[in-house]
């Protein structure tokens, strides 16, 4: 099953200046910037306690702007600014102090979150003596550290409840967006993205009708909710979900969750994956036995081995037939069961498919609704694997009909 972590970014590109100054852009390795912001913000005479709590401050905090994509959402061209103002201190080209800079190549790769929660702390901070916040005292970290804290209990001080990641992936960056629109009769992980964050946004704008089962099938309720938030933050109500629309709601469920921020309501549900690890049979029901169905259906219009079924989510004889008749065009053992290896074969033979008929109206089936009362589907389009955004926070009081597909 797939699950998507935080990551940090082999590069991050900074803005010398206020968010919307007309200013330089420059992009440098995300250990080089940390190792700035720290050689800028805090005193290498510190304790070292001291300097490894602010160092896991500021790797938190940006890694927070690269997760929640807070300023490429807005159309931004870069991660975060130098402005102290809006993010933290950075100075173009300066040196490094050696005992920082070894400290920041042995925890760059580490951030701090809330026990339970997915995205990065938002670990907000000041120095403490010109300037006070709801964070990290930065002097006050030092004092703490003559006192002999130690880097965890300095964090948990000014932040409470923390725990360090250790040893995060590093890669480079990437946008969450799929790459080409959404729209009816697309499905997969990507339009489980749309539907929870419809359904969380809803709670806060409750004009937007609420999608009930969560699928990762793109039909009519899904249309109809994004339409509505598309009329509701004045962009075009075509029901499609392009760009503009997918980074607005990268927006508005970042802004009602606050998971910029430094109390942020956390996410906790964050993988749902558009694949199996457990067997599927006949008897099962559910949504994977949907997912399944609607593959098959698909392929049936390309395969004339394997007949079409119907999408009701029942595991009955008619998808026992189509599965063994997928088997046995495979060259696979013909059980009538979709194990891991099947759905494999399945599930790449359907993903070709975009590859090369997306564009092609005549030739991409249309196949009957997942949801009674709904026109037919259209076209399916490509999904990613998964981004920034796979589901919802949940939290005591939460009523988003959300089917959970993965442990929190």
Not at 143 to 162: F, K, M, R
Not at 205 to 216: E, F, H, L, N, T
Not at 357 to 380: C, L, N, Q
């Amino acid at each position: 099953m797939a699950v998507v972590l935080p990551y940090v970014p082999q590069q991050i590109t900074v803005h010398l200046g206020a968010p919307d100054a007309s200013a330089q852009n420059v992009t440098v390795s995300f250990v080089d910037y940390v190792k700035n912001v720290a050689s800028s913000e805090i005193y290498p005479t510190w304790e070292e306690s001291a300097l490894r709590a602010n160092i896991l401050a500021i790797v938190s905090f940006a890694l927070n702007r690269v997760y929640t994509e807070y300023y490429r959402s807005r159309g931004y061209d870069f991660e975060i600014t130098n402005s102290t103002a809006y993010d933290q201190f950075f100075v173009n080209g300066r040196s490094f102090f050696s005992n920082v800079s070894r400290l920041v190549d042995e925890l760059f790769n580490d951030y701090l979150r809330r026990p339970g929660f997915v995205e990065p702390l938002a670990a907000k901070f000041c120095n403490g003596t010109t300037a006070t916040c709801d964070g990290l005292s930065q002097w006050g970290s030092q004092h703490l550290a003559q006192e002999g804290y130690t880097a965890p209990q300095i964090l948990q001080s000014y932040y409470g409840d923390v725990e360090i990641v250790v040893n995060a992936s590093i890669r480079g960056i990437t946008t969450s967006y799929p790459g080409i629109p959404l729209r009816r009769g697309a499905a997969g992980p990507a339009v489980v993205v749309i539907q929870t964050e419809l359904n969380r946004i809803s709670q806060n704008y409750p004009a937007i009708p609420k999608i009930s089962p969560v699928d990762g099938i793109f039909g009519a309720q899904t249309e109809a909710a994004v339409r509505k938030f598309q009329e509701v933050f004045d962009l075009t109500p075509d029901g499609i979900v392009g760009s503009a629309t997918w980074y607005a709601l990268v927006r508005y469920y970042t802004a009602v969750t606050r998971l910029s921020e430094l109390r942020s309501l956390g996410q906790q549900f964050y993988a749902n994956s558009w694949a199996t690890t457990d067997p599927i049979e006949q008897g099962d029901r559910g949504i994977k036995v949907e997912h399944l169905q609607y593959m098959l259906d698909v392929l049936s219009n390309y395969i004339p081995e394997i007949p079409p079924v119907a999408i009701d989510g029942i595991f009955g004889s008619a998808t026992r037939d189509a599965v063994i008749a997928a088997q046995r065009r495979f060259g696979l053992p013909q059980t009538g069961i979709v194990d891991y290896q099947t759905w494999e074969y399945i599930y790449d033979q359907f993903s070709g498919i975009e590859t090369i008929d997306w564009w092609d109206a005549e030739k991409f089936p249309y196949t009957s609704a997942v949801i009674s009362g709904t026109a037919p589907r259209a076209r399916y389009s490509t999904t990613s694997t998964m981004t920034q955004y796979p589901g919802t926070a949940l939290r005591s009081g939460n009523q988003d009909p959300v089917r959970q597909e993965a442990p929190r």
